[in-house]
């Protein structure tokens, strides 16, 4: 039986594509380099910022990576979150489950998220957020499903993913956790949705009704 649903962040609760496409490209311009090209694009979208820099940087080896690393941390992200937008029905969806199923987030990105939750109001409908910060290996190592299925008691048979990546479908492959593919129809998964509000006529969503969380 479902217990627990667990989010990722970008491409799921938020279409942010073009917040890390300004983002990434910033970092870039700063240090006189072209902008991201589009199969960069896809990969900042799904990996954390440690491993996206050092991607969309590894062709500029003129760029010292101790002022790099220096600049990015301490740059303000807030002008970036006006280019977020968040799914227009995820505050519905979370309505309509949370008294019914425990809720957690596990995401690649990092120091950002506590302001995206505070922002955007959405801390009160989370239980757990498990960021790459978080854990020893950052997705699609599954070390933050493990920790989130530790927290709540529950095992892999008990909860699901909601992804829209092939980093997420590799994060949930390790557990052999079931994937809701979010708006990618392309994506290896169990179920495939393009909105929040299909999700409730899957499956594992179809139990007796609970009146709270076990």
Known sequence: MLKLVIFDCDGVLFDSREANRAYYNHL???FDCPPMDEEELEYVHAHNVTASVAHIFR???QV???VLDRFRTELDYSPFLNSMIMAPDLLE???LIKPRYHTAISTNRTSTMPMI????KLRPWFEQVVTALDTPRPK????GLHMILNHFGVTVDEAIYIGDSEVDREHTAGLGMELIAFRNPALAAE???DRFMAIPELQPFRQPEKTECP
């Open 117 to 120: 939750l505070d922002i955007f």
């Open 93 to 95: 969806f979370l309505q």
């Open 140 to 143: 699609p190592a599954p070390d």
């Open 59 to 61: 062709r500029h080896h």
């Open 191 to 193: 179920y495939h949705v």
């Open 64 to 66: 010292d990576r101790a």
């Open 28 to 30: 870039l311009a700063r």
